[in-house]
């Protein structure tokens, strides 16, 4: 895949996601409406996470081991070869997840104790009861990974990168037109989403000449090998969702509504990181796959470095935007039904110590998916560790003195270490990584992002403005328009290429 077909896969699924994102904004300003921040959404919140938090780590280990084997099979011996082995691991992961749902159902007042350790035995009894619906999550999360993975493998990005539409369409169906709205309908239309996104994938699969097969060969080699990869990848790959859950764990402790605005804010924070990291990986990390596998290192190194810097010319003015705009964008986005003034506050609170991590979060992703296709594994799964210790030492000890803002805080610095971690790793494994050329590119960018906040304090100094809609939208106008300038000034490559490439559409598209 050239350069601009790069550029423009990654602006094609950015938008689609940025729609599927939206959309779940909608349902997010719906639930925030009917519950604010009260208990019986923390409950959910918990039940959600629970198997969520949990199994996605197992979905994310399944496609990140599975899109190199995917790419190994079907570069070697076809397509045909490749449905066949993919047929196989969706076989096995199905019986493998209906016994971990059996045993969820049996155990779920011992999971949910270790979860949520600090509700009350009311709220225990109706997370118990939410849970066991939510399991089935874990059978959709694991069909929804492999789906996705054949896909992208087969270049097709845009379908997975509306999958969120799907999801969300039964949750909004059901704040919008039901009455008497309740956790238990909010959870029963969770566990229906999951089973849309995964059925609205199988039009494309065919299309792309995949057929259900229920033939199971334990003895197949690749899969002998993808299970050696999968339990270190889940560790390293993991570590995000893991620092989730164990986010959630130790705001049941704290006052009543920290669970619901940890949540609330790490929708925003999602869908920032979806719509600009999740894209870019969901793009390059296929094709980097797909260059180890010819031999093309140099192309490898390409994407990787590229990958980087534009993720990072994105998400160092946005975390600093975030930062400085964070009450508004709560406000406006939440403040309405029983989201009051202290939701406010305890949730603008969390984002503002969420949106730190933003940059080294997509610096992870990239680093983590490049180990991965050189099959890096023990690297990742030692770094991963690293930041879950990390996260769990600094969640409970800043939880004490700063609440939810303490718990966020530490998921940032847990973020920042693993991508330092990381780094470092990679340096060392690939040798003739430029890295000094990268940071070059890096201080450019943060540099044009702090001139850019500067702007931002001025403009506020000389216009004071009480609307949040009013003064988001003219500090974003006005931030974005300062950033463009500095990157223009300081010639950074990767911006003047995206610039290029949308002058030349435009302009194709004017004559």
């Not at 995000?240 to 402790?253: F, H, P, R, T, Y």
């Not at 770094?383 to 700063?402: D, E, M, R």
């Not at 809609?469 to 223009?488: D, E, H, P, S, Y």
Request: net charge positive; charged share 15%.
């Amino acid at each position: 895949m050239s350069k601009n077909k790069v550029f423009k896969a990654t602006f094609i699924v950015m938008v689609m996601t940025i729609l599927s994102r939206a959309i779940g904004f909608g349902r997010d300003i719906l639930a925030a409406f009917h519950f604010g921040v009260e208990s019986s959404y923390d409950i959910y919140v918990a039940s959600v996470a629970i198997p969520e938090s949990v199994f996605m780590i197992v979905g994310l280990a399944i496609s990140t081991t599975f899109i190199p084997m995917l790419s190994e099979v079907k570069h070697n011996k076809g397509k045909e070869e490749m449905f066949k082995f993919s047929s196989n691991v969706i076989n096995i992961l199905s019986v493998i997840s209906i016994v971990i749902i059996i045993l969820g159902l049996i155990f779920t007042k011992e999971i949910v104790n270790i979860f949520v350790p600090n509700f009350s035995s009311d709220e225990i009894e109706l997370t118990i009861f939410l849970t066991r619906i939510t399991l089935f999550n874990v059978f959709l999360l694991c069909i929804n990974a492999c789906f996705i993975s054949i896909l992208q493998v087969c270049e097709d990005f845009i379908v997975p990168a509306l999958l969120g539409i799907f999801f969300n369409l039964p949750i909004i169906i059901y704040l919008l037109f039901f009455n008497n709205v309740n956790v238990v309908g909010l959870t029963v239309a969770n566990v229906l989403g999951n089973l849309i996104r995964v059925l609205v994938q199988l039009p494309s699969l065919y299309k792309q000449g995949y057929k259900i097969d229920l033939h199971v060969n334990l003895r197949d080699e690749k899969l002998k090998a993808m299970l050696i990869l999968i339990i270190p990848v889940i560790i390293g790959a993991g570590a995000n969702s893991i620092n989730m859950l164990v986010d959630k764990s130790v705001a049941s402790g704290l006052i009543t509504g920290s669970m619901a605005a940890l949540e609330y804010s790490q929708r925003l924070i999602q869908f920032v990181s979806t719509a600009i990291t999740t894209s870019l990986v969901s793009v390059v990390y296929p094709i980097m796959a797909n260059r180890l596998n010819e031999g093309d290192k140099e192309g490898f190194l390409k994407y990787l470095s590229k990958s980087i810097v534009i993720i990072c010319l994105f998400l160092i003015p946005i975390t600093l935007g975030i930062m400085f705009l964070s009450n508004d964008i709560i406000k406006l986005i939440y403040e309405r039904g029983r989201f009051n003034s202290n939701a406010v506050a305890l949730t603008s609170m969390a984002l503002l110590g969420y949106s730190i991590q933003l940059p080294f979060a997509g610096i992870r992703d990239i680093l983590n998916s490049s180990l991965f296709s050189m099959k890096k594994t023990k690297v990742t799964t030692l770094n991963g560790i690293v930041g879950v210790v990390v996260n769990i030492i600094l969640s409970i000890t800043l939880s004490k003195y700063f609440g939810v803002l303490g718990i966020a805080i530490a998921t940032s610095i847990s973020a920042l270490v693993i991508a330092i971690l990381l780094l470092k790793s990679t340096w060392k494994i690939v040798g003739d990584f430029n890295i000094k050329a990268l940071i070059y590119k890096l201080t450019k960018i943060l540099i044009s992002s702090c001139i850019m906040i500067v702007a931002l304090f001025a403009l506020n100094k000389l216009i004071e403005l009480n609307n949040s809609f009013v003064k988001i939208i003219l500090c974003g106008t006005v931030g974005a328009v300062v950033f463009f300038i500095m990157c223009m000034v300081f010639k950074i490559e990767e911006f003047n290429e995206g610039l290029e490439i949308i002058l030349n559409k435009f302009y194709r598209g004017s004559r």
